[in-house]
Structure formats: C-alpha cells, structure tokens
C-alpha cells in the first residue's frame, strides 16, 4: 500500500511538473511571439459616447484596455517607447473623427525625423501585413448625431493604389476644402523605376528591390474620408499641396476661436485640461471636491463624468465654429462664480475694431470679438500658388498676375504691408523665408533664383 501510494504521488508529481513546465514554454514562446513587433499603438473602441447642443460637440470615451495591457506585460510594466501607449484624441475635423491603430514587426519611419522603433528593427519594405500585424484606420462619420463607423486597410489602401508602394505614414490631421470633401494624408514609399536589361542577348525588365541603403522617392497621397481610396488629385481636381493650404485656409475662417494661440483658450487651462484644435481633454492633474464641483457637474452630468476619465475620454467640436456656445462650454469648466475670460486680452487681429480688449466676463469678448481675424496667411499662399502654378502655353510665369498684389506685413522684409505692381517689386518686398509652404517656396526660388 505504501509502494502503490509513492507511485500515486510520484505520478502527480510528475504531472504538475510537466504541465507546469508546458505552461511555461507555451507563456515564453507567447512573449516572444508578441515581442517581434516593434511598433505598436493599440486599437481604441467606443465605449461611451454623448452629443451636445444638437451635435455641437461630441464626448467619446475610449477603451484599449485588452491590447493595452498585453503591451505593458510585455515590457514588464514598463513599455519601451516603440509602443504607443498615448492618449486617444485621434484627428478630428467638423464632421469626421479618425484613430489611426497598428501592430507592425518592421519599423515604417524609415523617413521620420524622430524613430520610434528600436535602433535594431527592420525597416518595413512590404505592404502585405505578415501574420499577425495590422494597420487601420477607423473613420467615423458624426453627420446628424450618430456614429457612423468604416475600418480602412492602410494596406490594401497602398495596394490597391499601387501594388509595389509601401505605407509610411498616415497624418495626424484632417484636411478639409471648401467642396465639403475630407481627407487624411498618407506618405507612401514609391519604387524606383523599372530598366530594361540585356542579359545573355535577352531583353529583360528589371526594377531594384527595396533594402535598407535604398533611396526611393516619397510620395503624398489623399485618402479620402468617405471611400478610402488614394489619389493625389481630389475629386475637385486638386492637388495635394492645394487641398493642405486650401484647409488651412478654410479652417482660419470657420474657427478663429480655436486659433487664439498663446492665450487661456488653447493650451492648458488652469492645468485642469488640454485643448488642441477642436480637442479639449481633461488632465491627469484634474482633482474635484464636493465643495469645488465645476459647472460642467450639473450642466452635463454625463458628460463631466466622461471628461474625469482623463485620457480615455475626449470632447470634439464639430461643424462650424458656433463661438458663444464654445464659450459657454467653456465657462462650464471654470467656477460659477468666476468667468473663464475674466481679465481676458482678446488680441486686437480678432477683434472686431481691430484693437486690443481687455474683457471681463463673456458679454464683453462677444461684444468685441469677430468672426474672422484679420491676417490671412493661407489667403497670400493661395494667391501665391495661383501665380506659380498657372504658367503660360510656352512655360512662363504670367507676370499681370503680380499687379495689384498685396504682400501682408508678415511676409515682407521689412514688417510692413505692401502692394506691388511687377516681378521686380515682387522680388524686393517678399521675405521668402516667411512662406511655410516647401513646395510653393521651392516654386518660386525656381523662378527667381537670387531670392535663395
């Protein structure tokens, strides 16, 4: 009885040990196996969400928590900075909301200033995910109070528009015209050429793979918010540059609210949120007492609740900037006794007599505040490209489109506003380092030369 009872507990032994040691080869192999990948920034899902002021604005909560977390037992707690654990804000635009996610085991920032992969990982020089990976994009569609959700295969995008290009970047912003059309940016890497060879008397075409010493040419895309198709023309026939100025443009108009740069309504407010664009988010700093509750409290009940979920949740304004509901929001997020633009200055380019306001409370900058500010940087650049992109039958620049043109005080050398009448006067007044646009610079250093 006893020889039969070791035997027994031998076997059980025996048992645990192998299952045990299973397990444990089975869990290494798994780390290992999630560990090839070298970029990776988690898929966020809607997990709440709440329209304000009749789709004014629109608070999501996000959730990554699953993939999240397999990426921070990876790294032991401690996630290496090839894994993109940042906030959820996506990019957003007036109607469209856009998360950008993926999980690749080669590095696509071949071409970044600043590389995110580990100096180790390979380059990505392919545009059929390998088992495992993924890249999306999933677009939403806020268009009459609802979410309307499309996932696009950054991918298949690539291929479908060329077999042979690879992705490399998608944008972190949203570009849209004045034809009501949506787009997001996409830089592809574009292959060399194809030669023709003679090999042994044979006539052969040959095209160069991609490695890692490769210099191939980078090519910008439009993807286009409602099909997921790449072109670089849109559908209004314009090009990639004309749709980025073009959206520049058409947002200084629609939203000068948002553009008040270096003032409390960008930026941080009180370190109790962030706001970006038509972004505002809570911060981590954020801390609330029964006797200190904020007015969003019992304004939005829902909504406050979200927002205290820091990164998670984040609030998009949509449609066109409607200025007195954003401030009153925004009054939501201060004390009811206080107003958020109390001892506010109110720059004198967004006033309405172009002259600086020091308000106190949401009355006076309503009073003083207009729809539009007075510079217009996108405007000149438009003007500009206008100018350098319709050439004559026989190649020349059409130099009666120079009469008349005012040079704003920002792009003239000496600070001052002016207007010319010729190329010559053109060359004189203009402070070429003052436009933002690399491709129109170049454009017009190419006409002028001695203006580099």
């Known amino acids: 009885m006893p020889k039969l009872f070791k035997s027994k507990m031998f076997l059980f032994t025996l048992f645990v040990v192998v299952v045990g040691s299973v397990y444990s080869i089975k869990e290494q192999i798994r780390i290992r196996e999630l560990r090839q990948y070298v970029q990776w920034k988690p898929r966020p899902v809607i997990k709440d969400y709440e329209f304000i002021h009749n789709g004014e604005a629109l608070v999501i909560e996000w959730d990554d928590g699953d993939e999240r977390e397999l990426i921070e037992e990876v790294n032991n707690g401690k996630p290496k900075f090839a894994y993109q654990l940042n906030t959820h804000d996506g990019a957003s635009g007036e109607r469209y909301i856009m998360q950008e ?34 890249w999306l994009i999933d677009v939403y569609d806020t268009n009459d109070r609802k979410l309307k959700p499309k996932t696009y295969d950054v991918f298949k995008m690539v291929r479908d528009y060329n077999k042979k290009y690879i992705p490399l970047d998608i944008s972190e912003e949203i570009y849209e015209t004045e034809d009501n059309e949506t787009y997001f940016l996409i830089t592809m890497l574009a292959p060399k050429k194809s030669k023709v060879v003679i090999e042994n008397g044979a006539m052969k075409v040959v095209t160069e793979e991609f490695n890692e010493t490769s210099e191939y040419p980078v090519e910008e895309g439009l993807i286009d918010a409602k099909t997921g198709k790449i072109s670089t023309i849109s559908s209004s026939g314009k090009s990639v540059e004309e749709v980025k100025t073009e959206s520049k443009q058409r947002f200084e108009n629609r939203h000068p609210f948002a553009l008040m740069s270096k003032t409390k309504l960008t930026g941080s407010g009180g370190n109790d949120y962030i706001s970006r664009g038509l972004q505002l988010r809570f911060n981590q700093s954020f801390r609330e007492t029964e006797g200190s509750k904020i007015s969003l409290a019992s304004a939005h009940p829902k909504v406050y609740q979200m927002l205290k979920n820091h990164y998670r949740s984040v609030l998009y304004f949509l449609g066109e900037e409607d200025v ?44 003083y505040f207009k729809s539009q500010p007075q510079k217009h940087s996108a405007n000149f650049e438009l003007a500009l490209m206008n100018i350098f992109y319709e050439v004559t039958p026989e190649g020349y620049l059409r130099k009666e489109l120079f009469k008349n043109l005012t040079i704003p005080a920002e792009f003239s050398k000496d600070g001052q506003e002016h207007v010319v009448q010729d190329t010559l006067q053109f060359q004189e007044v203009l402070n070429i380092e003052k436009i933002e646009n690399e491709k129109l610079r170049k454009k017009i250093i190419e006409a002028f030369p001695y203006m580099k």
Do not use: C, M
């Not at 925004?330 to 380019?349: G, Q, R």
């Open 324 to 367: 007195e509901f954003r401030l009153s929001f925004l009054e939501l997020l201060t004390s009811p006794y206080n107003s958020f633009v109390k001892d506010f200055t109110l720059p004198a380019d967004f006033s309405i007599d172009g002259q600086e306001h020091l308000v106190q409370n949401k009355e006076e900058f309503l009073r």
């Open 101 to 134: 996610s993926y999980r690749l085991k080669a590095s696509s920032d071949k071409f970044s200033r600043y590389r995110t992969a580990p100096d180790s990982a390979p380059y990505l020089s392919y545009n059929e995910p390998k088992e495992g990976e993924y």
